[in-house]
């Protein structure tokens, strides 16, 4: 089994809970009894104090946790900064500490609490380790069920996922095999797409169809490195599946 290393990271709390200026009223409708059931139809108005600020005040918000998301992985324990970017990662939250302060310091019928804790997990912590190997394992595994079939959309939420996860690989050999397979999954996910383009739709053409088997097998070359990921064997070539 070929050496398997996570590089320290940096797991990224977060947490939030604003005051958008919003109130709800209930208003009845209807009420029908049913034997032992009984119904009733509600209405529920949703009332503004500030409609602009509030839709300001969640724009805000938005903006706040896309900057972060931009500079992290997100994985089953949460999101994960590479220690590469810490010092980009301490003004990101800088930033956002000033754009929330900035809003409040305006906003009159409106509150945005938003706070960003940065803890460092060193490489030698078991849990993390193993709960970054069966991210990187689970992500592999995604790309590999979408490839065998021929699901376009199936790969690009899978790589969409898994975005930035090579960062976490200390081995660089093997950070550059898995940036391969995310290559070779991007151009599949292409054939794949302008194959069911070519035939109407019909998925069982596509996927027997020589550009996208020769695409599939591009994708199953990217998995030298299976063993130490724990995945499972790569494609089946034509032979074996005759």
């Given at each position: ?31 029908e009894t049913r034997g032992e059931r009984e119904e009733t139809l509600f209405k529920t ?90 991210e990187i394992q689970r992500h592999a595994e995604r ?100």
């Amino acid at each position: 089994m070929a050496t398997f290393n996570i590089s320290d990271v940096i797991l990224v709390q977060e947490a939030s809970s604003s005051d958008l200026g919003v109130s709800y009223e209930r208003e009845v409708l209807s009420e029908e009894t049913r034997g032992e059931r009984e119904e009733t139809l509600f209405k529920t108005l949703r009332v503004f104090e500030n409609k602009p600020e509030a839709l300001r005040a969640k724009a805000t918000y938005e903006q706040a946790r896309a900057r972060l998301r931009k500079l992290c992985s997100k994985t089953v324990i949460g999101l994960v900064c590479p220690v590469e970017r810490e010092a980009e990662l301490a003004e990101a939250i800088a930033e956002i500490d000033r754009m929330i302060a900035d809003a409040n310091a305006e906003l009159r019928t409106c509150h945005i609490e938003y706070t960003v804790v940065p803890v460092r997990i060193e490489h030698d912590n078991a849990r993390a380790h193993e709960t970054l190997r069966h991210e990187i394992q689970r992500h592999a595994e995604r790309l590999i069920d979408a490839t065998r079939a021929a699901d376009a959309e199936g790969m690009r939420r899978a790589l969409k996922l898994g975005k930035g996860l090579e960062e976490l690989v200390a081995d660089e050999a093997l950070r550059a095999d898995l940036e391969g397979l995310n290559d070779a999954a991007r151009t599949a996910a292409r054939v794949i797409t302008r194959s069911l383009k070519e035939h109407e739709g019909d998925l069982e053409a596509a996927r027997t169809s020589a550009t996208v088997r020769e695409a599939a097998e591009a994708v199953a070359r990217r998995f030298p490195w299976a063993d130490a990921f724990g995945v499972g064997p790569a494609l089946p070539t034509e032979e074996a599946a005759a």
